[in-house]
């Protein structure tokens, strides 16, 4: 495990943290969740995002969520592609099932790969997004998973 961090740690020192052709993104994020995202890039190479969702998975665990996220991009030598990850957090609130009128709050990572399509103002991402929830329901949720479509500006 300590190789396997130590490499991948390596890897991402040696790529050059890069911003994307745009500035700022709105768009869907649909996954394991449904939802809007907004992203503003603060510096060349980091950005924050703001995503607000419904999650889908399981009768019991629907929750309508906000989320932010500080990320940092590292350029994959292609065009347009890059790497992303970062810390974040997300409150919201359960709307149907077991848990329902239950809070949630949880510690979460974010990780990705990004997209620009040249010549266009718009970007393809997939991301996973595992979290640790707290309050209502507490415990490692990994599986979030999803697939963004924005409009850059």
Do not use: C
Request: charged content about 15%; glycine content about 12%; hydrophobic content about 40%.
């Amino acid at each position: 495990m300590k190789k396997a961090i130590i490499i991948i740690s390596a890897l991402l020192i040696t790529l050059s943290a890069k911003g994307q052709d745009y500035e700022r993104a709105v768009g869907a994020r649909l996954g394991t969740s449904i939802g809007a995202s907004y992203k503003q890039f603060v510096t060349a190479g980091s950005a924050f995002e703001v995503v607000t969702s419904l999650d889908l998975i399981g009768k019991n665990d629907r929750k309508l969520t906000l989320s932010a996220y500080g990320e940092y991009h590292y350029n994959l030598g292609v065009d347009g592609l890059s790497l992303f990850g970062g810390p974040g957090v997300s409150y919201g609130l359960y709307v149907a099932g077991d848990y329902r009128d239950g809070a949630v709050f949880s510690i979460d990572l974010i990780s990705g790969v990004e997209y620009k399509l040249p010549d266009y103002p718009f970007i393809l991402s997939f991301d996973w997004n595992p979290q640790l929830q707290m309050v209502t329901n507490a415990g490692i949720k990994p599986a979030n998973f999803g697939l963004s479509f924005r409009y850059t500006f």
